[in-house]
């Protein structure tokens, strides 16, 4: 009957269910190319090693994955924290899968060896037994594979896992550890003579996965490349712009402009001196004929509204030059040049079609405030040949180069 009992209380503990494992609380931060496993493959690979869920505050991985050219082709620069200081790795593997999978099992030993207490990867599950029993004899120290001393129990053989026990959390046919493979006893009640002293029970170095992942902790993680600062535009620029157009009101009837214009170019702001000339155009009077030309030059200033590619220069200034004219069928006739000074006001669009490059437009009015008078005189009163119309009109389309434009 006692041995039944006893029995009975075994089995019981045995099928005790385990909890429910809570929400996953880690802070994981991983960044690999879209070809790797994502953050959520390496926290299942992790909690499938570790057997449960991670805990709020449990873990901290900051993990950056970057491809090189030569072999190793993926590189790892991780920061691990389980509990105590940070540690830093990297790692490096032919395929980001190793990559991933050599994290899990080094995330697994490290929460495991911090929490000595939890099943999972670093211990097996203890075998409840009678209050105050102890196994008879003292437990023999074995070395496994990694250096450290691991004891097992008494009739046992060195390294074997006691029958009817697997570790926590991890399925049958995986991959070893080396806090797997050790397990822990610790006999109830004082130590006897010649158990080993507390400095041999130490914890096995995490691992590293053999054929698949090189470490090199000495090598210091490549930093990331700053990102590109963009393009410090010019404080002040400049263009130079072809243009033409018609012209009515300077010469007699409609005629035809061109001219060219050069200038400096700020952000909200220009400054341009501009050059024209009028094709020749004939008056013809019942005294004789006069025809007339015009060569002037302007300095304006512009403000630069708008924004992106289209830009709306509004212009003004003064404009200088000279109107020559040519009188025919007059006795005594002679040509003369007459003084033109205007007032020069504008509005126009300027349309971007490059980085360089734009198309203009513009409606200029001129208001004469000195013109010039051609008049004939035989004997007797003077007659009126031709004079210029107190304001002109010019619409010139052009193009215009723009060599640093600060906009």
Do not use: N
């Not at 099943?119 to 102890?134: D, H, I, K, M, Y």
């Not at 822990?184 to 590293?208: F, H, K, L, N, R």
């Not at 130079?240 to 402009?257: F, K």
């Not at 109107?323 to 002679?334: F, K, L, N």
Request: charged share 20%.
């Amino acid at each position: 009957m006692p041995l039944r009992s006893l029995f009975a209380g075994l089995l019981a503990a045995a099928q005790v269910p385990e909890p429910l494992p809570p929400a996953s609380g880690a802070a994981i931060e991983w960044r690999a190319p879209a070809s790797c496993p994502d953050r959520g493959a390496l926290l299942r690979a992790i909690e499938t090693r570790l057997g449960r869920s991670l805990r709020p505050g449990e873990l901290g991985v900051d993990g950056v994955v970057t491809v090189h050219a030569t072999p190793p082709l993926y590189r790892l620069a991780l920061r691990l924290r389980a509990g105590g200081p940070e540690e830093r790795r990297t790692l490096t593997a032919a395929t980001c899968a190793a990559l991933t999978d050599a994290t899990a099992v080094l995330v697994a030993s490290a929460v495991a060896a911090r929490a000595p207490g939890d099943p999972g990867v670093g211990q097996a599950p203890a075998v409840p037994g009678p209050a105050g029993a102890r196994p008879r004899g003292k437990p023999s120290i074995v070395t496994p594979a990694g250096g450290h001393p691991a004891a097992t129990p008494a009739g046992s053989e060195p390294g074997a896992t006691p029958p009817g026990r697997e570790p926590a959390g991890q399925p049958a046919g995986a991959l070893a550890t080396p806090a797997e493979a050790v397990e822990d006893i610790t006999p109830s009640g004082p130590p006897a003579p010649d158990d080993p002293p507390a400095a041999a029970w130490e914890p096995a170095p995490p691992p590293v996965v053999p054929g698949t992942v090189e470490e090199r902790a000495l090598e210091p993680v490549e930093p990331l490349a700053p990102p590109a600062e963009p393009a410090r535009r010019p404080a002040l620029g400049g263009f130079v712009r072809v243009q033409g157009g018609p012209e009515y009101g300077a010469l007699p009837g409609m005629t035809g402009a061109v001219g060219l214009a050069a200038g400096l170019l700020w952000r909200r702001a220009r400054l341009e001196v501009q050059g024209v000339w009028l094709a020749p155009r004939t008056a013809d009077r019942a005294q004789g004929q006069l025809r007339a030309s015009l060569a002037a030059a302007s300095v304006q200033g512009c403000a630069r509204l708008g924004r992106g590619r289209v830009e709306a220069p509004v212009c003004g200034g003064l404009e200088l030059g000279g109107m020559r004219g040519e009188a025919r069928g007059v006795p005594d006739a002679r040509t003369t040049t007459g003084l033109w000074l205007a007032v020069v006001a504008g509005a126009g669009v300027a349309v971007r079609l490059g980085a360089r490059w734009s198309l203009t437009g513009a409606l200029q009015l001129a208001g004469a405030i000195v013109g010039p008078d051609f008049q004939v005189r035989d004997p007797g009163p003077a007659v009126r040949l031709f004079a210029p119309a107190p304001v002109t009109g010019r619409l010139l389309v052009g193009v215009e180069v723009r060599l640093g434009d600060p906009r």
